[in-house]
C-alpha cells in the first residue's frame, strides 16, 4: 500500500492559514486536483476507483465512526473517526442533485434513504434549497426553492431533472 498526501491551498484547514493535508493508504492515487471550491483525490485499488471531495466549512454536524471492521480485514489497528452526520449529508444530495442532476448524486439518496434508513436533516435542505444554484452545461442560475418546490418538481415524471425542464440526461 501507497500513503499519499494531497495538498492545496484552495482547500484551507479552518484556522484559513494552513493547507488541508489529507492522508490516503490506498494501491494508487492519481494526482489531486484542487479547484476554488474543494479538493478532489481519486484512489485506484484492485481496479476499484472512489474519488474523495473534500471541502471546508465553517461548521460540520458530526458523528463518530468506528473503521474497526474494516481496518481488521486490511491488518490495521482501528479507529474512531468523525464523518458528516449522515441526515445532513443525505439533505446535501438531495440539493446537490436538485442543483446538477448528476446520477451518483442520486444513488447516494438512495443508498442513504433505502439502504440505511436515514432521512433528510430538513434545516440543512432549506438552506440549500434557499440559495440552490442550478447548472446546465457551462450555465449557472441562482433560484430560491422551497420543500413544497422541490416536491413539486420530483413529482413531474416529464422532467429529466428535478430543477431545470431543459437539461438531458
Request: aromatic share 4%.
Amino acid at each position: 500500500m501507497l500513503s499519499a498526501i494531497c495538498e492545496s491551498a484552495a482547500t484551507r484547514h479552518p484556522d484559513k492559514r494552513t493547507p488541508a493535508r489529507i492522508r490516503l493508504h490506498c494501491a494508487k492515487t492519481i494526482p489531486a486536483s484542487p479547484n476554488s471550491k474543494c479538493l478532489r483525490c481519486l484512489c485506484e485499488d484492485n481496479n476499484i476507483q472512489v474519488q474523495l471531495e473534500i471541502n471546508v466549512a465553517d461548521c460540520c454536524e458530526n458523528q463518530p465512526l468506528s473503521s474497526a471492521q474494516f481496518s481488521g480485514e486490511h491488518n490495521l489497528t482501528g479507529r474512531i473517526i468523525r464523518i458528516m452526520r449522515l441526515d445532513v449529508a443525505l439533505a446535501h444530495k438531495i440539493a446537490a442533485w436538485n442543483e446538477q442532476g448528476l446520477l451518483r448524486d442520486l444513488y447516494d439518496c438512495y443508498y442513504l434513504v433505502d439502504i440505511l434508513g436515514i432521512m433528510p436533516h430538513l434545516d440543512t435542505l432549506n438552506l440549500r434549497l434557499h440559495s440552490a444554484l442550478i447548472r446546465s452545461g457551462s450555465k449557472s442560475k441562482r433560484l430560491s426553492m422551497s420543500l413544497d418546490d422541490l416536491k413539486k418538481n420530483f413529482q413531474e415524471p416529464s422532467r429529466p431533472y428535478p430543477a431545470d425542464p431543459g437539461r438531458r440526461g
